[in-house]
């Protein structure tokens, strides 16, 4: 295949030219430079596309050295001993508040055996939950293992660190070009119309950027670099890990499975539907019949007050259009 210059996988076809201006097409999503080779990789691959990580690495550092050099790993230890687990679903690290958690429980069919938090009174409904949907596993006292357990910030750090690179990686790039363009437009916060579009199409452009699907895939195809002190599995995909975990070392499944209407129950007391809603009912309307009036172009944070001023000249003609006709 390669004598007749068959394009696989792993062969694109494309020479280095190629492969670098691909880079610099997908670094436009990252301009304070703050994804690593090993990111921009997996970002290839999810779209069937190969370029090494080390051609990666050097052209990333000959194009742009001070980004380069500014992503160096820094690491500090917190645990004076090694993380362990036995199995997939024994303990989740939880920052969330009850109704996100109650959704992935519906969505799983489960809970974990046990629940861990910070001390954060936002997380303070989360734990009557975590005892109530216990009774569904009655081999465990609550004095042998508690359902919940609350620790400093500081222990808790494995979830702490998940949001810091979805911070540096991704919605750091969008409050960038949120806060420098902001200004540029001449947006006035004191003006309703101006506040109102700007979160409802910002928050948006958040959850486009983001792409949790994306992130979730692209997080579960992570290969964990292999460490030999280490207590966790390591040496391969953290998907592979968790449906597998017997070619780990570790225990089957342990979720604690929970009937569906019991789930409802909590959700209809703690879930609402405008928890992700950006803006009253009234002001999202006024913004979705808006953006569909340009023609619901495509988002991205890079034309987020392009669309901003699109929408506010078509609030602006339909306001002139009708005084017109009510003169």
């Given at each position: 295949?390669?004598?007749?210059?068959?394009?696989?996988?792993?062969r694109?076809?494309?020479?280095?030219?190629?492969?670098?201006?691909?880079?610099?097409?997908?670094?436009?999503?990252?301009?304070l430079?703050r994804?690593?080779?090993?990111?921009v990789?997996?970002?290839f691959?999810?779209?069937?596309?190969?370029?090494?990580?080390?051609?990666?690495?050097?052209?990333?550092?000959?194009?742009?050295?001070?980004?380069?050099?500014?992503?160096?790993?820094?690491?500090?230890?917190?645990?004076?001993?090694?993380l362990?687990?036995?199995?997939?679903?024994?303990?989740?690290?939880?920052?969330?508040?009850?109704?996100?958690?109650?959704?992935?429980?519906?969505?799983?069919?489960?809970m974990?055996v046990?629940?861990?938090?910070?001390?954060?009174?936002?997380?303070?409904?989360?734990?009557p939950?975590s005892?109530?949907l216990?009774?569904?596993?009655?081999?465990?006292?609550?004095?042998?293992?508690?359902?919940?357990?609350?620790?400093?910030s500081?222990?808790?750090?494995t979830?702490?660190?998940n949001?810091?690179?979805?911070?540096?990686?991704?919605?750091?790039?969008?409050?960038?070009?949120?806060?420098?363009?902001?200004?540029?437009?001449?947006?006035?916060?004191?003006?309703?119309?101006?506040e109102?579009?700007?979160?409802?199409?910002?928050g948006?452009?958040v959850?486009?950027?983001?792409?949790l699907?994306?992130i979730?895939?692209?997080?579960?195809?992570?290969?964990?670099r292999?460490q030999?002190?280490?207590?966790?599995?390591?040496?391969?995909?953290?998907?592979d890990?968790?449906e597998?975990?017997?070619?780990?070392?570790?225990?089957?499944?342990?979720?604690?499975?929970?009937?569906?209407?019991?789930i409802?129950?909590?959700l209809?007391?703690?879930?609402?539907?405008?928890?992700?809603?950006?803006g009253?009912?009234?002001?999202?309307?006024?913004?979705?019949y808006?953006?569909e009036?340009?023609?619901?172009?495509e988002?991205?944070?890079?034309?987020?007050?392009?669309?901003?001023?699109?929408?506010?000249?078509?609030a602006?003609?339909?306001n002139?259009?009708?005084?017109?006709?009510?003169n």
């Open positions: 295949m390669k004598k007749e210059n068959i394009k696989t996988a792993r694109s076809g494309m020479d280095v030219i190629d492969q670098g201006i691909a880079i610099l097409k997908v670094s436009e999503d990252d301009p430079g994804w690593g080779a090993r990111l990789k997996e970002k691959a999810h779209k069937g596309v190969h370029i090494p990580r080390d051609f990666i690495t050097a052209f990333r550092q000959a194009e742009n050295p001070s980004a380069a050099a500014a992503r160096h790993p820094h690491t500090r230890k917190v645990h004076h001993h090694g362990y687990l036995s199995g997939p679903n024994e303990e989740w690290l939880a920052d969330v508040p009850p109704a996100l958690y109650l959704r992935l429980v519906r969505k799983i069919g489960g974990c046990q629940t861990a938090t910070d001390k954060g009174s936002e997380l303070s409904k989360l734990i939950n005892f109530h216990q009774i569904y596993q009655p081999y465990l006292s609550e004095e042998t293992l508690p359902a919940h357990k609350a620790v400093k500081i222990y808790n750090i979830r702490e660190c949001w810091r690179p979805i911070w540096e990686k991704e919605l750091g790039n969008v409050a960038f070009e949120y806060t420098s363009g902001k200004a540029l437009i001449g947006f006035h916060q004191d003006d309703p119309i101006h109102g579009v700007a979160s409802w199409l910002w948006k452009i959850q486009v950027q983001l792409r699907d994306m979730v895939t692209e997080s579960q195809a992570h290969r964990v292999k030999a002190k280490s207590l966790l599995p390591t040496g391969g995909r953290r998907i890990m968790y597998h975990p017997e070619d780990w070392e570790g225990q089957e499944n342990q979720l604690i499975e929970i009937p569906g209407e019991d409802d129950k909590l209809n007391e703690y879930d609402r539907p405008d928890l992700l809603q950006f009253s009912d009234e002001m999202v309307q006024f913004c979705e808006l953006f009036k340009i023609g619901s172009p988002l991205s944070a890079k034309v987020g007050w392009k669309v901003f001023l699109r929408m506010l000249k078509c602006e003609e339909d002139a259009a009708a005084e017109a006709g009510g």
